[in-house]
């Protein structure tokens, strides 16, 4: 593709971003003869009409948070939209196979990323690309947004930031009471499925390089779903990924560890708890239950490398 002018939103607050690093994504550009534009998510509010009037591309500089974030206000548009890992974890990025040598994934971007239109989960009235949690992940990472508001110092090695987030997830984890949750299938034959901690997946990947869901891709018609049913703590829902993670074909066609749905109801067991149970949108604090699950045909577009999920 052919790109004049370039849009490039970029969380300051991100794991891996720093101002060298942007200073050399607009020399980039610059040596290209391609016109730069910056945003910065922290301060500045997207106007959709602007970029899709003005702008044949969009840059995200951040991590999965951020890209939600784009994508939630691009939603339904034509403008391609590229991720330039600068997260945590970066889930997207993994699918994609996008390099984390910034010189790399630029030329990437530019000169071999093709505009695909891929499929959104919407939670209520959020979308997600990644995936959507239910139980204890939400919890965590709505404690965890707490925590990080709380804790005013940055830090600034990637590998510590994420040890510390894995530390300060198991201490979470400890506090949790579990609930009972209920699916209810909307399509595919319909169904009731019960469980204590549920992950609704539009891609490969969960939590970090873990490929919990390998046969999964966001070009399905449906989402692969993780069913955790019985876990009454922390260590439970650790060797239940676990098994994912290492048995995922003896599991993946039994029913009572996972299920493909393209619409669902999900809502506690007990109704009067639905306020006390969360759910997360690509590790973003979300709401509280319940909550109806969908999968959105081509609702956005993504500059995707052919070598990854085509």
Do not use: W
């Not at 949690?133 to 510590?160: P, Q, S, T």
């Amino acid at each position: 593709m052919n790109f004049n002018r370039v849009l490039i939103i970029y969380n300051p607050k991100s794991g891996r971003f720093s101002e060298k690093k942007l200073f050399y994504i607009l020399s980039f550009f610059k040596y290209r003869n391609i016109v730069t534009d910056t945003l910065n998510i922290i301060e500045n509010c997207i106007e959709k009409e602007n970029i899709v009037n003005f702008y044949d591309m969009v840059l995200v500089a951040g991590g999965d948070g951020s890209l939600n974030y784009v994508i939630n206000n691009l939603v339904f548009t034509d403008i391609p939209i590229a991720h330039l890992p600068m997260g945590t974890v970066n889930l997207f990025a993994l699918e994609n196979k996008t390099p984390y040598i910034l010189k790399k994934a630029l030329n990437e971007i530019i000169y071999k990323y093709k505009p695909v239109k891929i499929n959104l989960g919407k939670a209520n009235d959020r979308f997600f690309f990644a995936m959507a949690g239910i139980g204890l992940d939400a919890f965590i990472v709505k404690n965890m947004e707490e925590k990080i508001r709380k804790n005013k110092k940055r830090i600034y090695n990637n590998f510590i930031k994420y040890i510390s987030y894995i530390f300060n997830i198991i201490k979470l984890a400890k506090n949790y009471k579990f609930c009972g949750l209920s699916l209810e299938v909307k399509d595919n034959g319909g169904g009731k499925h019960d469980a204590k901690e549920i992950i609704v997946s539009n891609i490969k990947y969960y939590g970090g390089p873990f490929k919990v869901f390998p046969c999964n891709s966001p070009l399905n018609e449906k989402f692969n779903i993780r069913l955790v049913k019985n876990a009454s703590g922390r260590t439970d829902v650790i060797f239940s990924i676990l098994k994912s993670l290492t048995f995922y074909k003896r599991y993946s066609d039994n029913p009572n560890f996972y299920v493909k749905a393209g619409r669902m109801l999900i809502s506690s067991s007990d109704s009067s708890n639905n306020k006390y149970i969360f759910y997360q949108c690509d590790g973003e604090f979300a709401g509280t239950l319940p909550v109806e699950i969908e999968k959105v045909k081509n609702a956005v577009t993504m500059l995707v490398n052919p070598d990854s999920f085509f």
